[in-house]
């Protein structure tokens, strides 16, 4: 158990649609990344938060956005959802800014039908 | 523009049968260096950081190590438990992710 958390574990939903992932991240971790990764590809960056604000941006979509909240949580709003938007969604915490190993939540499987 | 490099990208090896993966990278101003495996539907779980060439790590059957250009990761004995895909990591400026080497372990 790697002490990061993510809700839900899985979410079915309809192109079109708008959906919310939530992370807590370890205790006294201060950094929280976004992860994409479709069906045998890599882990896709999407965006990162230390202490609130956003610290790097990847490749994510105008569609997709994040935010981290004073105690530290993060969500992922997905919007106008797609088929290709299909794929497992992992959020990971480390105690700095970069140079740090991270800490990965369970993911939350998401199927756009 | 930054580059995270593994190969092979997939290996079936014989339980006892060393090996070892390569991550090769062009950043600019690296951090830092870091392992993890991954288990299919799992996230990654971290094993090793690695900061300044000629750094070696290990762990059990595992042993990492790092050059100007690239790191090794080096199985000794490996048994079927570490069957898993391996994703190496480059933090510069960014957070890089190699798409990973898939192992596999026979008995």
């Known amino acids: 158990d790697s002490g990061v958390t993510q809700t839900p574990k899985h979410l079915i939903t309809a192109t079109g649609q708008r959906v919310t992932l939530r992370c807590s991240p370890r205790?006294?971790?201060?950094?929280v990344y976004w992860y994409q990764q479709s069906l045998d590809q890599g882990l896709q960056f999407l965006i990162q938060?230390?202490?609130?604000?956003?610290?790097a941006k990847g490749n994510i979509l105008e569609r997709f956005s994040a935010q981290q909240f004073p105690d530290l949580h993060s969500e992922l709003n997905l919007s106008s959802l797609e088929l290709g938007d299909s794929a497992l969604y992992f959020c990971a915490s480390s105690v700095g800014q970069g140079a740090n190993e991270q800490y990965f939540g369970p993911g939350t499987r998401l199927t756009v039908t | 523009e930054d580059q995270v490099t593994q190969s092979p990208e997939a290996l079936r090896l014989q339980e006892g049968e060393s090996s070892s993966l390569n991550c090769s990278y062009t950043?600019?101003?690296?951090?830092?260096l870091f392992w993890y495996r991954q288990d299919p539907g799992k996230g990654p779980e971290f094993l090793f950081t690695l900061y300044s060439a000629g750094e070696e790590k290990e762990k059990e059957r595992l042993k990492a190590t790092l050059t100007k250009k690239e790191s090794f990761l080096h199985i000794t004995a490996p048994k079927p438990e570490d069957s898993a895909t391996y994703l190496c990591?480059?933090?510069?400026?960014?957070?890089?992710f190699g798409t990973g080497t898939r192992l596999k372990v026979l008995a």
């Open positions: 950043v600019s101003g690296l951090r830092g």
């Open positions: 205790s006294g971790d201060l950094s």
């Open positions: 938060y230390y202490n609130g604000e956003e610290r």
């Open positions: 990591a480059v933090s510069s400026d960014k957070y890089i």
